[in-house]
C-alpha cells in the first residue's frame, strides 16, 4: 500500500534553512505529483506546494513563494521541500500527500 | 489564495445526519469536480474520506457522502456514531494550486 514517510524537521532560528524530504513506497512515485501541506500548532490545513509527476511544473502558496522550492528526485522515490529564510509563521506540522494519502508529518519550529 | 469557508463547528447525536457546508467561488470549488473531504482525529495525519465530489476510497464507510450546488460543497455523515468526532476540512483545486477550508469540528454527543 502506499506509504509515505516525512523527515527533516526540527528547531531551526529565524532566517535560517531548512530541508524536508518524503521518501514513498508502495505506488509507481514517478507517475504522480506530490504536495506539501502543512499545520500550524491548533490550527488547520494550507496547501504549500506541488510538483507535477515528471517535476516539470512547480506552484507555491503566496505565503511561501521564493522561500520555499519543492523538488523530486524519482530514481529515488523521494520527494523535497528546501525552506529558506524561515519565520516563525512557519511553524507546523509539514505532510506530504499524493493522491489522498498523507504521511505522518514532520515538525519544523522556527524559534530563536 | 482565500481558504475555503466551513462552520467551525457542528454537532448531532448518535443516529443521526449531519451536514458540513462548504463554500468556495466559480474559480474553485464551482469551477471544478475536484472536492476532497478529509477527517483528522487529534494528533493523526488528515484521512481521505470523500474524493471528486461524490467518490468514496474503499474503505471508507457508505455513511459519508458528498456533493456539490454551484460554489458549495458539503459532506453528510449519517447514522452518528462516536468515533466520527474529528474534525473534517474540505480542499478544493484551483488555478494549479490546492485550496483548504478552515475545518470543521464535529462534536458526537
Known amino acids: 500500500q502506499v506509504h509515505l514517510v516525512e523527515s527533516g524537521g526540527g528547531v531551526v532560528q529565524p532566517g535560517r534553512s531548512l530541508r524536508l524530504s518524503c521518501a514513498a513506497s508502495?505506488?509507481?512515485?514517478?507517475?504522480?505529483?506530490m504536495h506539501w501541506v502543512r499545520q500550524a500548532p491548533g490550527k488547520g490545513l494550507e496547501w504549500v506546494a506541488v510538483i507535477w509527476y515528471d517535476g516539470s511544473n512547480k506552484y507555491y502558496a503566496d505565503s511561501v513563494k521564493g522561500r520555499f522550492t519543492i523538488s523530486r528526485d524519482n530514481s529515488k522515490n523521494t520527494l523535497f521541500l528546501h525552506m529558506d529564510s524561515l519565520r516563525a509563521e512557519d511553524t507546523a506540522v509539514y505532510y506530504c500527500?499524493?493522491?489522498?494519502?498523507w504521511g505522518q508529518g514532520t515538525l519544523v519550529t522556527v524559534s530563536s | 489564495q482565500s481558504a475555503l469557508t466551513q462552520p467551525a463547528s457542528v454537532s448531532g447525536s448518535p443516529g443521526q445526519s449531519i451536514t458540513i457546508s462548504c463554500t468556495g467561488t466559480?474559480?474553485?470549488?464551482?469551477?471544478?469536480?475536484?472536492v476532497s473531504w478529509y477527517q483528522q482525529h487529534p494528533g493523526k495525519a488528515p484521512k481521505l474520506m470523500i474524493y471528486?465530489?461524490?467518490n468514496r476510497p474503499s474503505g471508507v464507510s457508505n455513511r459519508f457522502s458528498g456533493s456539490k450546488s454551484g460554489n458549495t460543497a458539503s459532506l453528510t455523515i449519517s447514522g452518528l456514531q462516536a468515533e466520527d468526532e474529528a474534525d473534517y476540512y474540505c480542499s478544493s483545486y484551483t488555478s494549479n494550486r490546492g485550496v483548504f477550508g478552515g475545518g470543521t469540528k464535529l462534536t458526537v454527543l
Open positions: 471528486e465530489v461524490t
Open positions: 466559480s474559480s474553485d470549488i464551482g469551477g471544478y469536480d475536484f
Open positions: 500527500a499524493s493522491q489522498g494519502h
Open positions: 508502495g505506488f509507481t512515485f514517478s507517475s504522480y505529483g
